[in-house]
């Protein structure tokens, strides 16, 4: 028996049950993991089946003129002595895409947001207004198979491409060389199943067609409201690009192949501009290759890599994602609060039982499922709050009994609040989190260090140390 309690009591046996138990409690961490992730899937289905029912992200190219002609030339006919007896003629409609000289894109864009379910995804209605004007066509510039040829110009359209049509609220306003001009379906001359034909396109006049080959620029102005999910990206067309967009949206995220050039983001909203050259961007190119060749894009999607730049009405605060960040940090926030239950149970010679630590260290599992639970109705800070809130209490409580003093159970239970105001300190600083995580680590090790620097480690965790036996609770 004696050998027994020895070994009961020994301070090595104990440590090594509890770093066991901490290996145990890995587990419910790790199904709360899997279980946040399974959510955030949830939630991408939930934008995923909104895009199928409403619309998607759009992808704006445009506008752009597509210039079809009739190029013909003659071939020598032979006879079997390979002697010319005559000229056959040919010819062949080709196509040749036309883009902005100078292009403007000014918009605001007026968030709402829709639910499936439980999730909430942001939308928004963008208000637009496109002008600028293109080169005048030089028919002797176009691009020729035979040379030599002649080239017979056929009526141009003007097109312009989404990658979700159906957000178009309205057909968009066109005025072309001041003429208005309306929008039919589809793009006539590219080929049928790229992603140009599936745009929509405006048959330029007589008049318009016939200064198309002035020798003045050609000035338009195109209004379009367009809807969207979460996300909008355009493509930078003309010589001269240059956008401005502004929001009420406060929590924006600018991303593409170009950076705006300004930007300021307030709680009441952004306001973002931007400017490009064509002598910085390939989307000319891009888009000219997505539509030659046997393998010409039929989706905008399937155009990858195009140069664009975006901007995006973001959540503010992605309760999946914080959650899973706070889960990270699961097992070193069980092993602190099980070190300080040891401590305390060295020092004041108690006996706890090591499935009064699994208790403990359960609880502090649960946090994160209740915490997870709770963002989805009331938003992440006050779900932190509320299962911060409960878990101590909740430990408030045990300790104060197993440990057999309310002083005691207070002092654990304000250590390990002080815990969870440092774990969410590491959550809203997403920039310093590895720093201040490793502060609090390094912290804490120093502050067991220095507490604990003139113990007697060996007499601490004999069996001969006299230990008390657990209080009875009340």
């Known amino acids: 028996?004696?050998?027994?309690?020895?070994?009961?009591?020994?301070?090595?046996?104990?440590?090594?049950?509890?770093?066991?138990?901490?290996?145990?409690?890995?587990?419910?961490?790790?199904?709360?993991?899997?279980?946040?992730?399974?959510?955030?899937?949830?939630?991408?289905?939930?934008?995923?089946?909104?895009?199928?029912?409403?619309?998607?992200?759009?992808?704006?190219?445009?506008?752009?003129?597509?210039?079809?002609?009739?190029?013909?030339?003659?071939?020598a006919q032979r006879n079997e002595r390979g002697e010319q007896i005559g000229l056959e003629p040919k010819s062949e409609l080709r196509?040749?895409?036309?883009?902005?000289?100078?292009?403007?894109?000014?918009?605001?864009?007026?968030?709402?947001?829709?639910?499936?379910?439980?999730?909430?995804?942001?939308?928004?209605?963008?208000?637009?207004?496109?002008?600028?004007?293109?080169?005048?066509?030089?028919?002797?510039?176009?691009?020729?198979?035979?040379?030599?040829?002649s080239i017979e110009l056929l009526p141009p359209v003007l097109a312009l491409a989404l990658s979700d049509p159906r957000g178009l609220e309205g057909a968009p306003k066109l005025a072309l060389n001041g003429e208005a001009l309306a929008f039919a379906r589809g793009v006539p001359h590219v080929p049928e199943k790229?992603?140009?034909?599936?745009?929509?396109?405006?048959?330029?006049?007589?008049?318009?067609?016939?200064?198309?080959?002035?020798?003045?620029p050609i000035p338009f102005n195109l209004d379009v409201?367009?809807?969207?999910?979460?996300?909008?990206?355009?493509?930078?067309?003309?010589?001269?690009?240059?956008?401005?967009?502004?929001?009420?949206?406060?929590?924006?995220?600018?991303?593409?192949?170009?950076?705006?050039?300004?930007?300021?983001?307030?709680d009441s909203g952004f306001d973002a501009r931007w400017r490009i050259t064509a002598l910085t961007t390939q989307a000319r190119e891009q888009?000219?290759?997505s539509l030659h060749g046997e393998h010409a894009?039929?989706?905008?999607?399937?155009?990858?890599?195009?140069?664009?730049?975006?901007?995006?009405?973001?959540?503010?605060?992605?309760?999946?994602?914080?959650?899973?960040?706070?889960?990270?940090?699961?097992v070193l926030f069980i092993g602190l609060v099980l070190m300080a239950v040891f401590m305390v149970e060295l020092f004041k010679r108690l006996a706890l039982h090591p499935v009064q630590y699994a208790l403990v260290g359960l609880s502090i599992a649960v946090f994160f499922l209740l915490l997870i639970a709770l963002s989805e109705k009331i938003g992440f800070a006050l779900a932190y709050a509320g299962a911060a809130g409960a878990s101590v209490a909740l430990l408030a409580?045990?300790?104060?009994?197993?440990?057999?003093?309310?002083?005691?159970?207070?002092?654990l239970a304000a250590y390990v609040?002080?815990?969870?105001?440092?774990?969410?300190?590491?959550?809203?600083?997403?920039?310093?989190a590895l720093l201040l995580g490793a502060l609090l680590v390094f912290g804490m090790l120093a502050a067991l260090m220095g507490a604990t620097r003139h113990v007697n480690w060996w007499r601490l965790g004999g069996s001969d140390t006299g230990r008390a036996e657990s209080p009875t609770p009340a």
Request: aromatic letters at 8%.
């Open 1 to 75: 028996m004696n050998r027994l309690a020895a070994w009961r009591d020994s301070m090595l046996v104990k440590s090594l049950m509890l770093l066991l138990l901490l290996g145990v409690l890995c587990i419910p961490l790790w199904q709360i993991e899997n279980l946040i992730d399974a959510r955030g899937d949830s939630q991408q289905a939930a934008r995923d089946e909104l895009a199928l029912t409403h619309v998607g992200p759009q992808k704006l190219i445009g506008p752009l003129l597509v210039v079809p002609y009739v190029e013909s030339w003659q071939v």
């Open 95 to 149: 196509w040749q895409l036309q883009f902005p000289q100078q292009l403007d894109v000014n918009g605001s864009l007026v968030p709402e947001e829709r639910y499936r379910g439980i999730f909430k995804v942001p939308f928004y209605k963008l208000s637009a207004k496109l002008g600028g004007h293109f080169a005048p066509l030089k028919p002797d510039q176009l691009p020729r198979r035979v040379k030599g040829s």
């Open 194 to 216: 790229s992603w140009l034909a599936a745009g929509v396109h405006a048959p330029l006049s007589a008049a318009a067609a016939q200064a198309l080959v002035g020798s003045q």
């Open 225 to 266: 409201t367009l809807n969207g999910q979460t996300q909008l990206a355009i493509a930078p067309l003309g010589d001269e690009t240059s956008a401005h967009f502004t929001s009420p949206w406060a929590h924006p995220r600018f991303g593409g192949r170009f950076l705006a050039a300004e930007r300021t983001v307030t």
């Open 287 to 289: 888009v000219r290759a």
């Open 297 to 330: 894009r039929a989706s905008l999607a399937g155009v990858e890599g195009l140069d664009t730049f975006d901007v995006a009405l973001v959540q503010p605060v992605n309760v999946y994602s914080m959650s899973e960040r706070a889960v990270k940090y699961g």
């Open 397 to 411: 409580m045990y300790f104060s009994a197993v440990l057999g003093s309310v002083q005691r159970g207070g002092s």
């Open 417 to 432: 609040a002080l815990l969870y105001g440092a774990l969410y300190g590491l959550l809203a600083s997403e920039s310093n």
